[in-house]
């Protein structure tokens, strides 16, 4: 679902209260404001939110008016992987942050640590390595950073 502006949650809310799947992935923004510390827990995907169910569950959500329209996903079978993925990372409770435009990297298996068995990219950012899972759907993806010694190359 493409969401009203800042909507997200709002809508998950409303599907969480009538007992509809849906999947929005989440991470914690810590800011300094005025001298504290504020934490929010804000969409890494700004705008969607990703349903799983029949029409009747899309129409309850297009009914809720938090929805500027909804998606289609014909290829259910490439979206998944990288939900799952991208779930993984969140259960990794390791600081993530949302890649919006990614660009080419080296395509890695991670073979060590808490993300084993995952496969993405590594791109560097500065001084760092950081592990990106895209999900193709949105031209988006998300990352976390990694150390040399967590993956290896995937031939090509």
């Excluded at 504020?38 to 890494?44: E, F, I, Q, V, W």
């Excluded at 297009?62 to 996903?73: C, D, F, G």
């Excluded at 993925?85 to 890649?99: G, I, N, R, S, Y």
């Amino acid at each position: 679902m493409h969401t009203r502006p800042r909507a997200e949650k709002a809508l998950a809310r409303r599907l969480c209260r009538r007992d509809i799947a849906f999947f929005l992935p989440l991470f914690t923004r810590v800011q300094r404001v005025g001298g504290r510390v504020r934490t929010a827990h804000s969409p890494l995907f700004p705008g969607y939110l990703f349903l799983r169910g029949d029409d009747d569950d899309r129409v309850a959500a297009l009914e809720s008016n938090l929805v500027a329209r909804s998606l289609p996903v014909d290829d259910q079978e490439r979206l998944e992987p990288s939900l799952t993925a991208v779930l993984h990372l969140m259960l990794a409770d390791l600081p993530l942050h949302p890649e919006n435009r990614i660009g080419p990297g080296t395509l890695v298996e991670i073979i060590d640590g808490p993300l084993a068995g995952l496969t993405g990219q590594v791109v560097r950012r500065g001084k760092a390595l950081r592990f990106v899972v895209e999900v193709e759907l949105l031209q988006r993806g998300v990352s976390v950073e990694i150390e040399r010694w967590m993956f290896r190359p995937l031939d090509a």
